[in-house]
């Protein structure tokens, strides 16, 4: 006797080409959800939506208060010490030059305080922006100082203004110690001799 072997009920092609899609595109969802995952655990993801954090630092650096500037349209005096430019200077200069200015006052004129101490970076950027203008570095370095040489950045230089201040200053500034210290710059004053001392030869500009 032989009997018929009872068909193996079989799966349909279609049923079969079903369940391969079904995987498939499972395994799509699931690989894309590890790398969401992933980039929102490592941070990136988060990078990518906020990208003004993570470019902050590349922009150009812009001086402020804290690194010493003093904005043209405020009028700074040697009494505002809430300004780092200010309270910042080297304590024998500042009172060296609180007191020519005392003196000044009585004679009707008074000190503006147009640049004090400054920090490396704004020193910098005054440099970079020299040798932009000027076209070299060498001739830049006759105008600004690198941050290296200059005393604005030891607190040991002040420029002061209007013109009547800086012409009392140039022709009374030694009995305060007080020197115009560059020949091409009659604002920039430095303490660089005694009081009622004589004042040393001026160098030509800020290179010399
Ligand atoms: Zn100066």
Known sequence: ???????????????????????????????????????????????????????????????????????????????????????????????????AEMD??????????????????????LFDDAVDFYGSEETARQYVATPERSSHVTGHAVDIGPLDAQLWLIQYGSAYGICQTYANERWHFERATEPGGVCPEMKLDAEG
């Open 1 to 99: 006797m032989f009997h018929v072997a009872t068909p193996v009920p079989a799966v349909r092609p279609s049923a079969r080409k079903r369940r391969v899609a079904f995987v498939v595109v499972g395994a799509v969802i699931a690989g894309l959800l590890a790398i969401v995952v992933t980039l929102l655990v490592t941070g990136t993801f988060a990078a990518a939506v906020r990208p003004i954090a993570p470019l902050a630092p590349l922009l150009p650096f812009e001086p402020t208060a804290d690194d010493g500037l003093i904005s043209g349209d405020t009028e700074v005096t040697l009494a505002d010490h809430d300004l780092p430019a200010i309270a910042r200077l080297d304590p024998a200069l500042a009172e060296a030059m609180r007191d």
């Open 104 to 125: 000044a006052a009585a004679d009707g004129i008074e000190f503006e305080v147009t640049s004090g101490w400054r920090d490396d970076d704004y020193q910098r950027w």
